[in-house]
């Protein structure tokens, strides 16, 4: 009999069984006692086409598809001239290691794109102003691109094996040549695979988000060396320094503008309930612990982890705001006041949506508002309509860019779509139809 054939759908997709959402969101989240399963409850995404709909957007917003059709879009980059680049892909190459992980691998795969991973940039260009968006390819022959920066005439790309730039200037279309290795990074088993990138105000560093090699350690922590932290790269010689650890799987990483703070989005380990542990946004302090894998937020040890290390578990600090468990944040960008004065001054967070709650969670972008360079209400609902209560799903937002000019840019993995939402700046009301445009 098949593995597959062993469990009953009921057990490995789940219906809700009713769990209760508790205040998960916000600088102090309940956090229930750990719970533990043969397999957690899964409801996964049911894909299906966006035909004559768009997602939901906020009265005063419209939102446009500019484009679709691409190979599994991740995050992007809004350069100086209005061109959007977007780096496209599939990594990973770990090896399943206990019954239940194929099982979980399998109901996972359901929920995304069976298109094959693009392993290249293309560029997205509205050569009129019309919003409509020529597209092409930028550079091809990438491994897994993910994280994107642009410093001066250098473009750094963040493949799942290595940081690479090109030479870059304003308005070009296409690569002068292949890229130039910056530093290698670290890629064997890949469990997360996905590097985030971000530079730091003066350009002189660039930070990588290196995610673990595993939910909490299954490997053996021979396997998390130089996982689960995120590196500081001299942009110019490729020196490396270890800027953060304890932090399971930065996905996005995002610079304040003004600060200069480094400030991320990390997803947190899974199989201990439906709301553990929240997955989170915060500040990164240089030389921090965030706790995986002996704790999470604080000092909540995990007692899955032997042995334990208990002056690590004291030096873990807590998240600044906490996101939801099992959101899957995978985007993160400051908001500009070209968006609107409600969504000024803030932080959006494109949620990839859960897989292991009978209640689902995400599936939307976010807007977390700021005050004093810090998180200060809760969440706003900013992009939503990617699924549906039946589980029908259309997108799974992954990259957030803000345009300065206002525009939100939100990378679609499910539909590989790339969406574009701006202000309605006309006096007529902003709801969305078919074509993207306001009615």
């Not at 032997?306 to 959101?327: C, R």
Request: hydrophobic letters at 40%; glycine letters at 10%.
């Amino acid at each position: 009999m098949g593995l597959l054939a062993a469990f009953p759908l009921s057990a490995m997709v789940g219906v809700c069984s009713g769990q209760a959402e508790t205040a998960q969101v916000g600088p102090s989240p309940d956090l229930p006692k750990p719970e533990r399963r043969l397999l957690p409850d899964m409801v996964i995404a049911q894909p299906a086409q966006w035909r004559d709909s768009v997602p939901t957007v906020p009265d005063g917003y419209q939102v446009k598809a500019i484009a679709t059709g691409l190979k599994i879009p991740r995050q992007t980059l809004v350069l100086p001239n209005g061109d959007i680049l977007v780096a496209e892909g599939r990594g990973g190459n770990a090896a399943q290691l206990r019954p239940k992980d194929v099982i979980a691998g399998i109901i996972k795969a359901r929920g995304t794109s069976q298109v094959e991973g693009g392993n290249r940039l293309t560029l997205l260009r509205d050569t009129d102003g019309d919003g409509i968006y020529e597209v092409s390819t930028f550079a091809e022959n990438l491994n897994a691109p993910y994280g994107l920066a642009l410093v001066g005439d250098k473009l750094y790309v963040a493949n799942q094996d290595a940081v690479v730039r090109f030479d870059y200037q304003p308005g070009q279309a296409k690569a002068s040549g292949p890229p130039q290795e910056v530093a290698l990074l670290p890629s064997e088993i890949n469990h997360h695979w996905t590097k985030a990138l971000a530079a730091s105000a003066d350009g002189r560093y660039l930070y990588v988000g290196i995610g673990s090699n595993s939910n909490i350690t299954e490997r053996g922590m021979a396997a998390e060396v130089d996982r689960a932290r995120i590196w500081r790269i001299n942009a110019s010689t490729g020196e490396y320094k270890t800027y953060a650890t304890g932090l399971r799987n930065p996905t996005a990483l995002a610079v304040q503008p003004n600060t200069g703070q480094l400030w991320a989005v990390v997803n947190e380990r899974d199989e201990i309930g439906p709301d553990l542990v929240p997955d989170y946004l915060t500040a990164v302090r240089e030389g921090a612990f965030y706790g995986w894998p002996y704790s999470y937020w604080g000092q909540n040890i995990d007692v899955r982890v032997k042995p334990q290390d208990p002056a690590k578990v004291a030096a873990a600090i807590k998240p600044d705001y906490s996101l939801g468990a099992h959101v899957a944040a995978l985007g993160v960008d400051f908001s500009t006041d070209a968006m609107g004065r409600r969504f000024a001054n803030g932080v959006f967070v494109g949620e990839h949506g859960s897989w292991n709650r009978s209640e689902p969670v995400g599936y939307k972008v976010v807007f977390v508002p700021f005050q004093d360079g810090r998180p200060s209400g809760p969440p706003v609902d900013f992009v939503t309509g990617f699924r549906d209560s039946d589980g029908t799903t259309r997108g799974r937002p992954v990259g957030v860019t803000v345009d300065p000019k206002g525009a939100l840019i939100v990378a679609d993995d499910l539909s590989n779509t790339i969406w574009r939402i701006t202000p309605v700046r006309t006096a007529q009301s902003s709801r969305s139809v078919p074509n993207g445009q306001s009615e």
